[in-house]
């Protein structure tokens, strides 16, 4: 009785002890199987912490460059508004500068035939004045914007002398009339010889006699009919400007002459052109 009571003892710790090793031994396994779970999760977590941080420098690497970007844009629409406002004012520059040289060219094509019309009226007015002399004798005309009275020897002075006759003083108290009217046209006497030498005690050459006829027509347009000194110039041209040839002496008559140049006043247009 005794004995068997003893085996069923040893039965029952033998089944506790194999009982508490199976029991150890399935822990075990889980308790690996835990860890090894958690190993591995650690490890997907190091690896989405890392791809985040990743992510995260990307997103703030993009960000940097869109911010740099965005730079850049404002500077190129800034530098473009600025072109756009210089092409603007550019055009608008262009537009008034064009619209300003218009009004000038209009106003001096009004100048000019303005100018023209007094020009003409005073060359009919001296031309009616000096009606009663002949064509021989002098001859009046328009060139380039300027009038012409030219007056022949035989109506002005003797052969080789400086002094005017009676005659040619009446032409030129009419003319001086005229002039005395104007005064907007200044006026060059200049005197013209043939190419026939003269040597006098009172004229060494041609240059003498043609600026000492000259002379005497200013005197007389001046001192005796009183037409502004300021005005008027006197030049003597010698031989050297004929208007006929001197083979002849017709074309030696020709030449021998004073002519009386009435210039506009182009202060205006000048003024105008240089403004």
Same mark, same amino acid.
């Given at each position: 009785?005794?004995?068997?009571?003893?085996?069923?003892?040893?039965? +029952?710790?033998?089944?506790?002890?194999?009982?508490?090793?199976?029991?150890?031994?399935?822990?075990?396994?889980? $308790?690996?199987?835990?860890?090894?779970? =958690?190993?591995?999760?650690?490890?997907?977590? =190091? #690896?989405?912490?890392?791809?985040?941080?990743?992510?995260?420098?990307?997103?703030?690497?993009?960000?940097?460059?869109?911010?740099?970007?965005?730079?850049?844009?404002?500077?190129?629409?800034?530098?473009?508004?600025?072109?756009?406002?210089?092409?603007?004012?550019?055009?608008?520059?262009?537009?008034?500068?064009?619209?300003?040289?218009?009004?000038?060219?209009?106003?001096?094509?009004?100048?000019?035939?303005?100018?023209?019309?007094?020009?003409?009226?005073?060359?009919?007015?001296?031309?009616?004045?000096?009606?009663?002399?002949?064509?021989?004798?002098?001859?009046?005309?328009?060139? #380039?914007?300027?009038?012409?009275?030219?007056?022949?020897?035989?109506?002005? $002075?003797?052969?080789?002398?400086?002094?005017?006759? &009676?005659?040619?003083?009446? =032409?030129?108290?009419?003319?001086?009339?005229?002039?005395?009217?104007?005064?907007?046209? +200044?006026?060059?006497?200049?005197?013209?010889?043939?190419?026939? &030498?003269?040597?006098?005690? !009172? $004229?060494?050459?041609?240059?003498?006699?043609?600026?000492? !006829?000259?002379?005497?027509?200013?005197?007389?347009?001046?001192? #005796?009919?009183?037409?502004?000194?300021?005005?008027?110039?006197?030049?003597?041209?010698?031989? $050297?400007? &004929?208007?006929? &040839?001197?083979?002849?002496?017709?074309? !030696?008559?020709?030449? !021998?002459?004073?002519?009386?140049?009435?210039?506009?006043?182009?202060?205006?247009?000048?003024?105008?052109?240089?403004?």
């Amino acid at each position: 009785m005794i004995k068997m009571k003893k085996s069923i003892y040893q039965f +029952t710790f033998i089944a506790l002890i194999v009982g508490l090793a199976f029991t150890s031994c399935v822990s075990g396994k889980k $308790f690996a199987a835990s860890e090894a779970r =958690a190993d591995k999760l650690q490890k997907e977590n =190091a #690896d989405t912490q890392s791809q985040l941080n990743e992510s995260k420098m990307q997103s703030m690497k993009l960000n940097n460059e869109m911010a740099s970007l965005q730079k850049e844009k404002e500077t190129f629409q800034k530098e473009y508004n600025s072109i756009q406002n210089d092409l603007m004012l550019l055009s608008s520059e262009s537009k008034m500068t064009i619209r300003e040289q218009a009004e000038r060219l209009k106003e001096l094509q009004d100048i000019i035939q303005s100018q023209n019309e007094k020009t003409t009226h005073l060359k009919n007015s001296i031309s009616q004045a000096l009606l009663n002399y002949k064509t021989d004798e002098l001859n009046v005309y328009q060139q #380039d914007g300027k009038v012409y009275v030219s007056l022949e020897e035989k109506l002005l $002075f003797k052969s080789g002398s400086d002094v005017v006759d &009676p005659k040619g003083k009446e =032409a030129l108290k009419s003319l001086a009339g005229v002039l005395n009217s104007t005064n907007d046209f +200044t006026v060059d006497i200049e005197g013209h010889t043939d190419n026939v &030498p003269i040597k006098t005690q !009172r $004229f060494k050459d041609n240059w003498d006699l043609s600026t000492a !006829r000259a002379s005497s027509i200013v005197r007389i347009l001046t001192k #005796d009919y009183g037409f502004d000194a300021t005005r008027i110039t006197a030049s003597g041209k010698g031989e $050297f400007h &004929p208007v006929k &040839p001197n083979a002849s002496v017709e074309g !030696r008559a020709g030449n !021998r002459r004073t002519e009386i140049i009435l210039s506009p006043d182009l202060q205006e247009i000048y003024k105008l052109l240089y403004q």
